[in-house]
């Protein structure tokens, strides 16, 4: 298992159009994401559990990684998050 | 032993109901009928110029009167009939002709000892009467009930019977009229020794009712409430209304038994002064708590409901009070505190029992066709004017009445800390109370039958499957059903199915539902015929909530739903989107609408999960479970909510066509943004196709968008 925390940087936070990109991205992983915020958890493959955590800019997530390939997926992520939010 | 007695008498009281459904309106025909052509009433309202006798309008109004009254003339007919095809189990139409040809043979043979013995002059005063030109015994409506029990039994008994070959013409359902005839031709002959002696008991019980004085009509008053719970109190009730445990007395010349009787001949003899109270005793006391009452302590449960709870609630309580006030059925307010406080319903059963003896004592004489509400208040009291009926003292022991619950129920409430509606654990319960009125607007904005399958689906998988049903009927509230093993029963599945409480005895089940109760038997009977009833549990199991809009050829994972246009303008396919993250279908597939109204609106029924903090997008969950993102606007994000405005919050539960957001077309576009706005299925992946099936210029409740 793999955790590493982010804080938001875009302006809208995660919304539909970041979530939708991080649920697509989610899924072509191996590993099962899981995306915490402020006590909340919600599976980064599913889109209507990340929009509803509600993240906005200013906000530190918490996101963890579990799977077979947890090493590369969280490195991925880490880079996505990065270069979109 | 027992719970089968309960039962039997359960299948009684039910059988009732079908005569019984009748009064009123044979009640209101009469009514209105022998009000105007009363020639008192007539002068005091100075009608005599415009109803007078000969005249059209009397005649009509005459005709009215006179065919309200041959229902109430021949209910012990409709008793023998109704009855019988109450308690039947199959082939019920052929019980229905038995009942009447029983009924006929059994006051013929009667009519015929009387005859061979001397004729009426030889038998004992006021015991016989003319029933249908036959000259017969005094039975009431009870040898209507005699006839359709036994009926019934001949019927079970014998409708499929296999008669040797020479005879088999004769056979199954064709001998069930035969084998009544037979048995009433002697059970008549038996009657006419026998029932003299039955007549004594009840004139004497009679007598004893009458000798109670007020103590009887207050015992008699909670021993009726205390009967709903099981719904027991027609059959109670009953005798008193239709036969001569209620009264005897001569009215124009004929014996009339029974209060109810006594009142409507009272109501059309033209000669009435004033009705008797001996009679409407047993009547009267329903008006002040049902009208007066039980609406109050509606809303003193309204007042106590948690705050976020209050619009829901209310709309269940007014719905209940309203039904309550004009037609004088109360369960539904009364099963609201039933469950959660017998306490509460026993006093309750006292203060009814203390409004019956409270009309008695003021002399009051006002009756009633069915049940004690607003409209058998004005025709059978207020316009019968006071001096008849002293039905002021109705009102004035009505307000008192109104106080008095309210202050027991919002005082009780608060200090047990009831869990009346609106103030449970966010738990099921809740749910059951909003599911329910949801159910009720939705029926009463759509008027659509595409929910009963789920609903019906969650019956009949809370009843424990097809095979364990052995009979279905319904009375006024609630569904009654026989199951042959009660331990399969599942009472949390059947409350999810809009039921308001669930009530065992035995192999009996009665789930409460409220007056649309017929249309759920009805549509569960449907249902039981169709081939998906074999399987309840495949809809039940994915799809908790009864609501549903489409007919499901076999569901994948997710149960199929048809979603409503979310708002008026012209359809686009998704793929015209201009952003890729929604034309691409990277959030899922859907359709998009080019808004020409700056409206958002739900289409489909469920709960609000998130609205965005820059209220430009709702995202909500069907009731089958459906996961749909609406997004006003492309990149109106960025707007930070200027322009829009929200009318729903997290969590709460929509219809249909409830309006979600409104926003300013010309604001937002002025500011540079498109107002396509898509409708997202988020979680395609777990249907097999999202369709849409409209094109061009929609609005809402059009159907738009089919995923299955």
């Not at chain 2, 509460?344 to 009051?364: D, P, Q, R, T």
């Amino acid at each position: 298992m793999k955790t590493f925390e982010y804080t938001i940087k875009d302006e809208v936070g995660i919304h539909a159009r970041p979530a939708g990109l991080l649920v697509s991205k989610v899924k072509a992983l191996g590993s099962s994401v899981t995306i915490e915020k402020g006590g909340k958890s919600a599976s980064a493959s599913k889109l209507f559990a990340v929009m509803g955590l509600g993240v906005v800019k200013g906000d530190t997530i918490k996101i963890t990684v579990e799977g077979g390939d947890e090493d590369t997926a969280a490195t991925e992520l880490q880079a996505f998050f990065e270069a979109n939010l | 032993m027992k719970s089968k007695i309960f039962g039997v008498l359960q299948r009684v009281g039910r059988s009732f109901m079908l005569p019984i459904a009748l009064l009123p309106v044979a009640g209101l025909l009469l009514g209105i009928g022998s009000s105007f052509t009363n020639a008192t009433t007539l002068e005091t309202y100075h009608l005599t110029n415009i109803i007078y006798e000969g005249g059209i309008l009397y005649t009509i109004l005459d005709i009215m009167a006179k065919t309200g009254s041959a229902v109430f003339d021949n209910l012990a007919l409709l008793f023998a009939m109704g009855v019988a095809i109450g308690m039947a189990k199959k082939e019920k139409e052929v019980a229905a002709l038995s009942g009447a040809i029983a009924f006929l043979i059994m006051n013929t043979a009667i009519s015929a000892l009387i005859t061979a013995n001397g004729g009426v002059e030889s038998m004992a005063a006021n015991s016989t009467t003319s029933v249908l030109g036959i000259t017969t015994l005094q039975m009431g409506v009870f040898g209507g009930i005699i006839v359709g029990l036994g009926v019934a039994a001949l019927h079970n008994r014998f409708y499929k019977i296999e008669l040797p070959q020479v005879l088999s013409f004769f056979g199954g359902t064709r001998f069930v009229p035969i084998i009544s005839s037979i048995v009433y031709l002697i059970v008549g002959i038996v009657m006419y020794f026998v029932w003299p002696v039955i007549q004594g008991w009840i004139a004497s019980l009679g007598d004893l009712v009458l000798a109670s004085g007020y103590a009887g009509t207050w015992i008699y008053g909670i021993i009726e409430r205390a009967l709903i719970p099981f719904g027991l109190h027609h059959v109670f009730y009953m005798p008193f209304w239709q036969t001569e445990v209620g009264g005897a007395m001569m009215i124009d010349g004929t014996l009339v038994q029974g209060a109810q009787n006594i009142f409507f001949a009272e109501l059309a003899s033209k000669s009435t002064t004033q009705f008797s109270v001996s009679a409407t005793r047993f009547m009267s006391g329903k008006f002040p708590f049902m009208i007066f009452g039980l609406p109050a302590a509606a809303l003193a449960m309204y007042h106590t409901a948690r705050p976020e709870k209050k619009k829901v609630v209310g709309g269940l309580l007014l719905s209940a009070a309203l039904t309550a006030m004009l037609t004088g059925i109360t369960e539904p307010i009364e099963f609201t505190f039933l469950f959660v406080s017998p306490l509460m319903y026993g006093i309750h059963c006292v203060l009814a029992g203390l409004s019956y003896m409270l009309m008695h004592i003021f002399n009051v004489g006002v009756g009633m066709t069915f049940s004690g509400g607003l409209i058998d208040l004005t025709l059978f009291g207020i316009l019968q004017g006071n001096a008849k009926t002293n039905w002021i003292w109705i009102v004035i022991v009505g307000l008192v009445y109104a106080v008095v619950y309210y202050l027991i129920f919002s005082l009780m409430i608060k200090h047990f800390n009831y869990k009346t509606p609106g103030r449970e654990a966010d738990d099921e319960e809740t749910k059951l109370y909003t599911r329910k009125d949801v159910d009720a607007r939705k029926a009463a904005s759509s008027g659509t039958a595409s929910s009963g399958d789920n609903v019906s689906a969650l019956i009949l998988q809370g009843l424990g499957g097809k095979a364990n049903l052995s009979d279905i009927d319904a009375c006024a509230t609630r569904l009654r059903i026989t199951v042959k093993d009660p331990a399969l029963v599942q009472d949390s599945l059947l409350k999810q199915s809009g039921a308001s409480g669930v009530i065992h005895k035995g192999n009996g089940v009665q789930i409460i539902y409220g007056p649309q109760v017929s249309v759920v038997k009805s549509r569960f009977e449907d249902y039981l015929d169709s081939p998906d009833s074999n399987n309840p549990a495949a809809v039940v199991d994915s799809a908790p909530a009864p609501e549903t809009k489409a007919d499901a050829p076999a569901a994948p994972a997710a149960k199929p739903i048809v979603l409503g246009a979310h708002m008026t303008g012209k359809i686009l396919p998704l793929s015209e989107v201009e952003d890729e993250v929604f034309s691409a279908g990277i959030l899922g597939e859907g359709v998009a609408i080019e808004p020409t109204e700056g409206k958002l609106y739900a289409p489909c029924d469920g709960t609000i999960d998130n609205v965005t903090d820059t209220h430009h997008a709702v995202s909500m969950t069907s009731a089958e479970g459906c996961e749909i993102l609406l997004h006003v606007g492309i990149d109106t994000v960025k707007l930070g909510g200027k322009f829009f405005n929200v009318h729903v919050k997290d969590g709460q539960a929509v219809v249909r066509g409830d309006l979600l957001l409104s926003f300013d077309m010309k604001g937002i576009r002025e500011a540079g943004y498109k107002l396509t706005t898509p409708m997202i299925v988020c979680n395609t992946d777990e249907y097999a196709s999202v369709t849409p099936i409209a094109q061009g210029n929609t609005k809402p409740g059009k159907n738009i968008l089919e995923i299955q």
